[in-house]
């Protein structure tokens, strides 16, 4: 996902701690594109569909949207659902990021048309490991363009 793309990774977490440890790490396995952070769900629909606080924004939807599933205001299941549903947004990549790892749930996240699903590894070293090997992973995936 070379930035001459000009993908912009849309990371929604609500833990500042692993939000900024997810950036740290992306940046470490050379990624360079633009990563707007939200805290919750309702903040990421807002910013996709460009209502509330993001009307009228000018932001293009080449978007690499990095979700967790644990949110407030609205959980990661329901950002996906309606990402997923609307013809302007179901283009864009969906990585399920999340402490969750039972199989009922990581089957539902794909039925709802995740892209990727990782489980956060709780220990730090490996948690900060997986998300250098998902930066890596970035660097060479191909974004369909935004619409």
């Given at each position: 996902m070379p930035a001459d793309?000009?993908?912009t990774i849309l990371l929604?977490?609500?833990?500042p701690g692993h939000a900024r440890l997810?950036?740290?790490n992306l940046r470490r396995a050379h990624i360079t594109n633009e990563i707007v952070t939200l805290g919750d769900g309702q903040?990421?629909?807002d910013y996709l569909f460009k209502e509330r606080t993001y009307a009228g924004a000018t932001h293009t939807l080449s978007l690499l949207l990095l979700l967790d599933l644990n949110l407030p205001q609205l959980d990661g299941y329901q950002v996906l659902?309606?990402?997923?549903?609307?013809?302007?947004?179901r283009h864009i990549?969906?990585?399920?990021?999340?402490t969750v790892d039972d199989p009922y749930e990581i089957e539902r996240c794909y039925a709802l048309g995740c892209s990727v699903?990782?489980?956060k590894p709780v220990a730090?070293?490996?948690?900060?490991?997986a998300i250098r090997k998902l930066g890596l992973f970035l660097s060479i995936v191909q974004i369909p363009p935004g619409k």
């Open positions: 793309e000009s993908v929604v977490e609500d833990d997810i950036e740290r903040q990421a629909l659902k309606r990402l997923k549903a609307d013809e302007r947004t990549p969906v990585i399920i990021l999340t699903f990782i489980t730090y070293e490996h948690f900060e490991e």
